[in-house]
């Protein structure tokens, strides 16, 4: 596996899936870096802020934080909830928080659509995590019957996805 880095074209991406995101908070582990992110209001009162820190050790002194490269600015908190499910159904869940893809790469087809039939273990779309792709498999064979995300929003471990249903 590649080495990864808290590079700032990753806390780009990182604060871009955020600010698109409902997440009220968001911290990343990367090696020795850590990103936090909130949209609740700091213990001062003042707006939400960007912090990047180290993480905490144990007996050791806090190594410096890096001076950013500008000074954070506050997260709009407009945010929509998931879509639920309206048809019955198996419910696939997001494995993780990440970018949702319906199709392995730009321009290519989708990996499913409402109304196509799937089998067990085919993928059903991918989630990406920081340039990671993960697929995501159905785990019954049956009828799309929803797709509740839109190609490229992000979404939170455990949110509905997709919806086959297996008498279909």
Same mark, same amino acid.
């Given at each position: 596996?590649?080495?990864? #880095?808290?590079?700032?074209?990753?806390?780009?991406?990182?604060?871009?899936?955020?600010? =698109?995101?409902?997440? =009220?908070?968001?911290?990343?582990?990367?090696?020795?870096? =850590?990103?936090?992110?909130?949209?609740?209001?700091?213990? @001062?009162?003042?707006?939400?802020?960007?912090? %990047?820190?180290?993480?905490?050790?144990?007996? +050791?002194?806090?190594?410096?934080?890096?001076?950013?490269? +500008?000074?954070?600015?506050?997260?709009?908190?407009?945010?929509? +909830?998931?879509?639920?499910?309206?048809?019955?159904?198996?419910?696939?869940?997001?494995?993780?928080?990440?970018?949702?893809? =319906? %199709?392995? %790469?730009?321009?290519?087809?989708?990996?499913?659509?409402?109304?196509?039939?799937?089998?067990?273990?085919?993928?059903? %779309?991918?989630? #990406?995590?920081?340039?990671?792709? @993960?697929?995501?498999?159905?785990?019954?064979?049956?009828?799309?019957?929803?797709?509740?995300?839109? @190609?490229?929003?992000?979404?939170?471990?455990?949110?509905?996805?997709?919806?086959?249903?297996?008498?279909?």
């Amino acid at each position: 596996m590649d080495h990864m #880095e808290m590079t700032p074209e990753t806390i780009k991406a990182l604060l871009d899936a955020f600010d =698109r995101s409902d997440w =009220r908070e968001m911290t990343v582990l990367v090696g020795g870096d =850590r990103l936090h992110v909130s949209r609740d209001p700091s213990p @001062n009162g003042s707006a939400p802020l960007l912090e %990047a820190q180290p993480p905490v050790a144990a007996a +050791a002194a806090p190594a410096p934080t890096p001076e950013p490269e +500008a000074p954070p600015q506050p997260l709009a908190a407009t945010a929509a +909830a998931p879509a639920a499910p309206t048809t019955s159904g198996t419910v696939i869940d997001s494995p993780s928080v990440g970018l949702f893809w =319906r %199709a392995p %790469a730009p321009g290519a087809p989708p990996f499913v659509e409402v109304g196509g039939h799937v089998k067990a273990g085919e993928t059903v %779309a991918i989630v #990406e995590v920081m340039k990671l792709m @993960n697929h995501v498999a159905s785990p019954v064979d049956g009828l799309v019957t929803e797709i509740l995300v839109e @190609n490229g929003d992000p979404v939170e471990f455990g949110q509905a996805i997709v919806v086959v249903d297996p008498e279909g």
